[in-house]
């Protein structure tokens, strides 16, 4: 049915390229210590991009059957679309494979509710005070994408994934901390309570507040606010700063802008993390890449188009879903260990911070470096531990000169944190604004 739809469109189109894609999946949540919501969703749907004298149209539907609409509407569209300068996919098997667990597409929401309640009561048991959130689920889905240039691929993939956090609210204060996790596989029960359990005893350190003055401090950024620090580099590899050039990176391909420690892999393969891959959103095979290799900058993260008008290769990282037009965008995101304990490193890090979570910072100017934002969750450490929660400060900060000459100590130790896979890191001279 497909051979014959694409031949036909192939009859009035120049070029063409259809995306399909079809997913299931089951969440429940828990609000305020309480069963919130059972979801189940069902999603489908069409989208076809269609070129017609140099101008590519493009259109979609959430019914995979109206093809024939859909490629009309997007051959309407053409006259007003974007010049097709660059060529869709062609024909490219993959020479990897991807995790899939079916099981994924089997939960059952009382199951999960008990999961939910397990949670619950294991951080109630360590904070009766708190209000618990909790959220659980996962599904399955699979995509193909067909071009005029011969290529047709496909793919299954499942996802699974949770967070659990714990809020208190008293007069003057605001506490809150979180933890998720996302991954290809069913997550044991197990490993959720013990993220919970995680949880529950940092947000006892947070209850207990420690003064600190404004100055400049040594940090200590566990991987959940690492990624905001490393968000200067995500934007300045991304293929469209690249085509627009308003990124730092566009003649630095070679050049050593980092401290040698410092190597970041966009690894689709890797088969722990959640983001993985055989082909992008375009259909082009994916690759695993480091970007900074021993602090140099080594490639950059494109679409067929940003590559194209950027005199590069495509690199496989096109990003899209049913409605939206392909983007740069990574996939998971793997930074190399160090050679350090995190002991340590608390040591080292003695009379400083130590920063879970910050917030904020997607309004910092990540094209020029700079990362700030208020810390939404920071300890004093004193005597290698954390003895409380800092209220009321904030940090700017520019990463790209902080990642070249502040580095103290990388940990051997990493997490998952969504689709990134990060250390701990230690990092000196840091201005901290307190109120």
């Known amino acids: 049915m497909v051979t014959t739809f694409t031949n036909k469109l192939g009859t009035v189109a120049d070029a063409f390229e259809m995306f399909e894609s079809d997913g299931k999946s089951l969440r429940v949540s828990f609000e305020n210590d309480r069963l919130n919501e059972i979801r189940q969703a069902q999603s489908s749907g069409i989208s076809i991009r269609a070129v017609k004298d140099g101008k590519i149209g493009f259109s979609y539907s959430s019914k995979p059957d109206e093809t024939d609409t859909v490629a009309q509407a997007a051959l309407r569209m053409a006259p007003y679309g974007k010049a097709y300068d660059y060529d869709f996919a062609s024909q490219a098997k993959s020479e990897h494979t991807r995790p899939f667990d079916p099981e994924c597409g089997k939960l059952n929401p009382d199951k999960l509710v008990t999961i939910c309640n397990h949670v619950k009561d294991t951080m109630k048991a360590i904070d009766a005070e708190a209000l618990v959130d909790i959220s659980i689920g996962g599904g399955i889905g699979k995509s193909r994408i067909v071009t005029s240039n011969e290529q047709d691929c496909s793919e299954e993939e499942s996802s699974f994934s949770y967070s659990v956090s714990l809020r208190l609210v008293e007069e003057g204060n605001f506490v809150q901390n979180y933890r ?25 350190i947070a209850r207990k507040n420690a003064p600190l003055a404004k100055g400049t401090y040594p940090v200590l950024f566990a991987p959940s606010a690492l990624g905001d620090i490393l968000m200067p580099i995500n934007v300045g590899v991304n293929g469209s700063t690249i085509e627009k050039k308003t990124s730092r990176f566009v003649d630095a391909l070679g050049e050593q802008l980092f401290d040698e420690r410092l190597t970041l892999i966009d690894d689709p393969f890797h088969e722990s993390g959640p983001s993985g891959g055989l082909y992008d959103g375009e259909g082009v095979p994916t690759q695993k890449r480091a970007i900074i290799e021993k602090g140099v900058v080594n490639g950059f993260q494109h679409t067929l188009s940003t590559a194209k008008r950027c005199g590069h290769e495509p690199t496989g990282n096109a990003q899209r879903s049913v409605s939206s037009l392909p983007s740069p965008g990574g996939h998971n995101l793997v930074m190399a260990a ?3 304990d995190l002991a340590e490193m608390m040591k080292k890090a003695e009379g400083g911070l130590y920063i879970s979570q910050m917030l904020g910072t997607f309004t910092s100017n990540f094209l020029a470096g700079q990362v700030s934002g208020n810390i939404s969750l920071g300890f004093v450490i004193k005597d290698s531990v954390r003895i409380g929660r800092v209220k009321n400060c904030a940090l700017n900060v520019n990463a790209f000169d902080l990642l070249k000459s502040n580095i103290v100590a990388i940990s051997k130790k990493r997490e998952w944190v969504g689709s990134r896979y990060l250390p701990w ?10 109120r």
Do not use: R, T, W
């Open 180 to 204: 998720f996790g996302v991954a290809n596989e069913v997550i044991p029960e197990e490993d959720i309570l013990a993220a919970a359990k995680e949880v529950a005893e940092e947000f006892q």
């Open 425 to 434: 890191l230690l990092v000196e001279g840091v201005p901290i604004s307190a």
């Open 338 to 340: 160090g050679e350090d």
